[in-house]
């Protein structure tokens, strides 16, 4: 088998508040193969997006203390890179799509100019050329008449071309990984429809591999190889899409699934909910974190602190003491 | 069944644009007619800028409609002001979708969920606290934190204060705007069961704005799609989702994810090009024509371009389409 393409042991996110440290991320492990999409899955303040910001060495350096056991890509240790390499890494490395591409964009510059950076400061390409691979990949992210709309600014284009152009941008320097923190949320479903068909053809067409963080577990459903389900700051579990959704192992997984309204199917089926609410940071325990709110909670939960472990396969991975070999919903949720 | 809400030909418009010379007006909601029920539940879905919010504000009287009629409870409010209006009012409330936006942080929760009580009904002023913590139980916050701050309470608990006050005046009718967007997938799903718990116990009658269909499904009896303002399709719930009768309706099913990989992977998505059109520069004829997979598939008549579709009645609801007959063989086609 060959190497990973990203390759995280044990990585932890701390940041100093007043009165003391909060961990933000706690013990994520995880491996991204080449052309995969991988998803990160969890309800707000989970970690998932301060994972995807430790994993390119973006967590502010002043506040926040990124520690890992391991953490390379493509071979190399990302925590020892200097901030020289770290750039080096970023351009050809990684691409970066964030949530609101109207805050992404710079309002002053044109969108062929803002694509057109990272082609000349990382592939050397000049003026000419860079702008000429720009109208190339607004073309590709099928961005009508691009020959024109290079020179326009982002205030020009809607929500969904502000999206694509950014693609675009992520795109320019074929970076193997591209990091996606919730990149279709504040889009109109008919567009998200059309960005993650993009998103699905860029895999495919140059084998880069996708961190897609998000909330959406239809989303996931949809374009996700791998999905890792995080809760209060930890993987809670991980499998290949198909075992997570139909055979999970962990009864926040199962919760959530629940909880979402289907609009498929026949009839319209009870609704369940979880009770309470996910724990922010300073409300981190040693024990279950989702113990609280587990219907399935018995007193070993709160007494000991459950491990990532496999259930079955090696690729699948739940931290639930029931679940466990020898636990009382050892047969399934 | 006697309705509650009665729209007929509602037009809202809004002008945009500097000096008096250059103001463009548009129409936010095109010539719809709509009545709801006492009693029921309507969803109304449809993507940014479509006019479902604006529809829900005209209802309220927040809006003044430019054309058409607005009733509430058998009485036109379209023109009505003063305290007449006030009055009608009484019956109507609204919850938001911002549950940090819409509660002011300087207001205890007694005086956020009492504040429609000392508008409406001052009279009342002695059983104040008693009809706050009532409308505190019913949504499930304990009645012991009336002297607490929003900033105290996460954001499902503070959706609940915000469906407390909205409850607090005893309304018959409640426009919910995206009222469970902003929360988390397991909260939604509290508050989700919250609504249908409320309006079974006091016959509520709702208007849910949403874009999220599975959250429509679960609480609506009839849903609504909009389209650049226009009212495009009208059905009951399961009849929608099984059979939509207008290519918009059906090109939004079919985009929305399922939260099951084999049934999601296997689906057909009839994918729309390109953006909404501004509605400054809306479309002749059907304003859904220039993405339209159904009038590509029919070789672009131009009946789409030239002549706006009524709203007309089919066996289960109403569409706003000239070739919805034509639609199942074309759909199975693609």
């Known amino acids: 088998m060959t190497e ?72 190399q240790p990302v925590l020892s890179m200097s901030q020289r390499q770290l750039s080096a890494l970023r351009g050809p490395g990684m691409g970066f799509i964030f949530q609101n591409p109207f805050n992404s964009l710079n309002p002053l510059l044109t969108v062929g100019r803002q694509i057109s950076e990272s082609l000349i400061l990382h592939m050397g390409l000049s003026r000419k050329a860079a702008l000429d691979r720009a109208i190339e990949l607004l073309a590709r992210v099928g961005i009508p008449d691009p020959h024109r709309r290079v020179q326009d600014f982002p205030h020009q284009f809607s929500g969904g071309m502000c999206q694509r152009a950014m693609i675009a941008m992520a795109i320019a320097c074929e970076p193997k990984l591209i990091l996606a923190d919730e990149p279709t949320t504040a889009l109109d479903v008919t567009i998200q429809a059309q960005i993650l ?17 998000t909330h959406d577990l239809g989303i ?42 289907r609009f498929d199917g026949e009839g319209v089926p009870p609704l369940s909910f979880i009770p309470g609410r996910p724990p922010g940071p300073r409300e981190f325990t040693d024990c279950c974190r989702f113990s609280a709110r587990c219907a399935h909670r018995r007193d070993v939960c709160l007494a000991r602190r459950p491990a990532l472990s496999p259930r079955g396969t090696p690729d699948h991975l739940a931290r639930c ?13 | 069944m006697t309705a509650l809400v009665q729209l007929d030909d509602l037009v809202v418009r809004f002008r945009v644009g500097g000096g008096f010379a250059r103001a463009r007006a548009f129409n936010a909601v095109d010539r719809v007619s709509l009545r709801i029920d006492e009693g029921e539940c309507f969803g109304l879905v449809g993507e940014s800028g479509c006019g479902k919010t604006t529809l829900g504000r005209a209802i309220l009287r927040i809006h003044a409609p430019h054309s058409g009629t607005v009733k509430f409870a058998g009485q036109d409010i379209t023109r009505m002001g003063g305290n007449r209006l006030r009055t ?3 019956g109507m409330q609204m919850v938001f979708q911002d549950p940090y936006g819409s509660l002011d942080p300087r207001m205890t929760v007694e005086q956020i969920v009492g504040e429609p009580i000392r508008t409406h009904e001052p009279a009342r002023r002695g059983v104040l606290r008693e009809r706050v913590q009532e409308a505190l139980v019913a949504v499930g916050i304990d009645p012991d934190r009336l002297g607490d701050y ?47 718990d409320l ?66 992977r296997a689906r057909r998505r009839i994918p729309l090009s390109g953006d909404v059109p501004s509605p400054l520069a809306a479309p002749t004829g059907c304003c859904f024509h220039t993405r339209c997979w159904l009038h590509q598939r029919l070789g672009e008549p131009p009946r789409c371009a030239t002549e706006s579709p009524a709203l007309r009645d089919m066996p289960t609801g109403k569409v ?15």
């Open chain 1, 4 to 75: 990973p393409l990203l390759r995280v042991r044990n990585l932890s996110v701390r940041f100093r508040v007043p009165g003391g440290m909060i961990t933000a991320v706690d013990g994520v492990t995880l491996t991204l193969g080449r052309g995969q999409i991988v998803g990160l899955v969890g309800e707000s303040g989970s970690g998932k997006s301060m994972t995807m910001l430790a994993l390119a060495r973006l967590v502010q350096t002043e506040t926040g203390i990124v520690a890992a056991d391991e953490l390379t890509f493509d071979g």
């Open chain 1, 197 to 213: 068909e993009l998103l699905g053809g860029i895999v495919r067409e140059t084998s880069s591999s996708i961190l897609l963080v």
């Open chain 1, 220 to 261: 996931a459903a949809s374009v996700c190889d791998h999905v890792h389900v995080m809760y209060a700051g930890q993987i809670v579990e991980s499998a290949p899409v198909e075992p997570l959704f139909y055979d999970h192992r962990m009864p926040y997984t199962a919760g959530l699934l629940s909880s979402v309204p």
């Open chain 1, 321 to 333: 003491v029931a679940t466990e070999p020898g636990g009382w919903l050892e047969a399934g949720l």
């Open chain 2, 88 to 90: 009608v009012r009484k």
């Open chain 2, 150 to 196: 929003p900033h105290q309470f996460s954001g499902g608990q503070r959706q609940r204060i915000g469906i407390a006050r909205a409850l607090a005046i005893r309304p018959r009718f409640i426009v919910c705007d995206e009222a469970t967007s902003a929360l988390d997938v397991s909260v939604r799903a509290q508050i989700l069961t919250l609504l249908a």
């Open chain 2, 199 to 264: 309006r079974q116990r006091h016959g509520l009658t709702y208007l849910m704005i949403s874009h999220d269909l599975g959250s429509l499904r679960y609480l609506c009896d009839r849903i609504g799609v909009m389209y650049l303002g226009r009212l495009v399709e009208v059905a009951p719930v399961a009849e929608i989702f099984a059979r939509p009768r207008h290519p918009y309706t059906r090109s939004l099913l079919s985009a929305m994810p399922i939260p099951d990989p084999r049934i999601e």
């Open chain 2, 320 to 334: 706003a389409c000239h070739f919805s007959e034509d639609m199942a063989a074309q759909d199975t086609a693609l």
